[in-house]
Nanobody, 117 residues
Framework: QVQLVESGGGLVQPGGSLSVSCAAS????????MGWYRQAPGKQRELVAT???????NYAHSVKGRFTISRDNAKNPVSLQMNSLKSEDTAVYYC???????????WGQGTQVTVSS
């Protein structure tokens, strides 16, 4: 049973930084691509960033250069460092684990990130 638990969300001013983390259990790291998605009120859930077991990353255009995704394959956490935050980054951020075969998704419960002065 895959379990993903996010932590680290909160309130930050525009231009500030915040880090969110995801503790993953029940997975074999090499079988999964890990990622972060977000959903703002009234909008669809969207990709933020993904990272493969080998460390290949992919970012949404809107966060490229500001956000950095990382993972620890030995301990299975995945983190998202967010810098130069903007009000439009406000959303619930979800941790995702997707199997490399069959593309099955598991989701965390989400953590709120609010960027506001």
């Amino acid at each position: 049973q895959v379990q993903l638990v996010e932590s680290g969300g909160g309130l930050v001013q525009p231009g500030g930084s915040l880090s969110v983390s995801c503790a993953a259990s029940g997975i074999i790291a090499s079988n999964y691509v890990m990622g972060w998605y977000r959903q703002a009120p009234g909008k669809q859930r969207e990709l933020v960033a993904t990272i493969t077991f080998g460390g290949t990353t992919n970012y949404a255009h809107s966060v490229k250069g500001r956000f950095t995704i990382s993972r620890d394959n030995a301990k299975n956490p995945v983190s998202l460092q967010m810098n130069s935050l903007k009000s439009e980054d406000t959303a619930v951020y979800y941790c995702n684990a997707r199997t490399v075969v069959l593309f099955r998704d598991s989701w965390g419960q989400g953590t709120q990130v609010t960027v506001s002065s």
